[in-house]
T-cell receptor, first 115, second 109 residues
Framework: DAGVIQSPRHEVTEMGQEVTLRCKPI?????LFWYRQTMMRGLELLIY????????DSGMPEDRFSAKMPNASFSTLKIQPSEPRDSAVYFC?????????????FGPGTRLTVL | GQQVMQIPQYQHVQEGEDFTTYCNSS?????IQWYKQRPGGHPVFLIQ?????EVKKQKRLTFQFGEAKKNSSLHITATQTTDVGTYFC?????????FGAGTTVTVRA
C-alpha cells in the first residue's frame, strides 16, 4: 500500500490567495483527519470525516477554512483567503475502525508558507 | 475538551543513557496512544495502552499506563541516535485524538 498521499508537499503563496491541499487516504480506511502543526500550537485536529461525512469541525480556525470529502479516496482542505498566520505543516491522516489499535496513519504533510 | 500534557518539552540525552517522558491527563482516559515524529517527518504510531497499569515493551522502549488511567510514560534505555525525534502521547484514542505537545529528544554522541 502506498500509504496516505498528500499534495502538494510544499506550497508558497501570497496573502489573500486561495490554497487547496489534497489528500488520498489509505484504501479501505473509513476515517480521515486533517491536522495542522506549528511550533506554537503543536499538532491540532482541524476536522475529521467518517465514511466521507464531516463529524467534527470544531477545530477549524475560522470561516476561511473549509474541507470536503467527495468520495472515499479524496479529500481537500481549502483556505480562502490565506493569511501569513496560516503558515504551518498540514497533515492528513486516515484510520480504519475495527483494527486492533485504531491507529492513525499520517501522510507526509504539506508545508504551507503564506507570504 | 480533553487535554493531555507532556513533560519535559525537550530532552537532551547522552548516547547510551536512559530517559523517561511523561504524559498526564486531567480526566480518565479510555486508552492512550504514542507516536514518534522524526525531524522533518510525520507522526508514526508506536503503541496503544488500554488497561490500567498496563506495561508494554518494544525493544528498548517501555510504555506504561497509570493505575488511574490518567497518566502514561515512555522510558527509553540505552539511547541511540536513531531515537532522535519528537514523541507524542495522544488520547483518548477513539476517533478523535488530542495530542500532547510532545517531547523532543536530541542525542549527544
Amino acid at each position: 500500500d502506498a500509504g496516505v498521499i498528500q499534495s502538494p508537499r510544499h506550497e508558497v503563496t501570497e496573502m489573500g490567495q486561495e490554497v487547496t491541499l489534497r489528500c488520498k487516504p489509505i484504501s479501505g480506511h473509513d476515517y480521515l483527519f486533517w491536522y495542522r502543526q506549528t511550533m506554537m500550537r503543536g499538532l491540532e485536529l482541524l476536522i475529521y470525516f467518517n465514511n466521507n461525512v464531516p463529524i467534527d469541525d470544531s477545530g477549524m480556525p475560522e470561516d476561511r477554512f473549509s474541507a470536503k470529502m467527495p468520495n472515499a479516496s479524496f479529500s481537500t482542505l481549502k483556505i480562502q483567503p490565506s493569511e501569513p498566520r496560516d503558515s504551518a505543516v498540514y497533515f492528513c491522516a486516515s484510520s480504519f475502525y475495527g483494527t486492533t489499535y485504531n491507529e492513525q496513519f499520517f501522510g507526509p504533510g504539506t508545508r504551507l508558507t503564506v507570504l | 475538551g480533553q487535554q493531555v500534557m507532556q513533560i519535559p518539552q525537550y530532552q537532551h540525552v547522552q548516547e547510551g543513557e536512559d530517559f523517561t517522558t511523561y504524559c498526564n491527563s486531567s480526566t480518565t482516559l479510555s486508552n492512550i496512544q504514542w507516536y514518534k515524529q522524526r525531524p522533518g517527518g510525520h507522526p508514526v504510531f508506536l503503541i496503544q495502552l488500554v488497561k490500567s497499569g498496563e506495561v508494554k515493551k518494544q525493544k528498548r522502549l517501555t510504555f506504561q499506563f497509570g493505575e488511574a488511567k490518567k497518566n502514561s510514560s515512555l522510558h527509553i534505555t540505552a539511547t541511540q541516535t536513531t531515537d532522535v525525534g519528537t514523541y507524542f502521547c495522544a488520547g483518548p484514542g477513539d476517533y478523535k485524538l488530542s495530542f500532547g505537545a510532545g517531547t523532543t529528544v536530541t542525542v549527544r554522541a
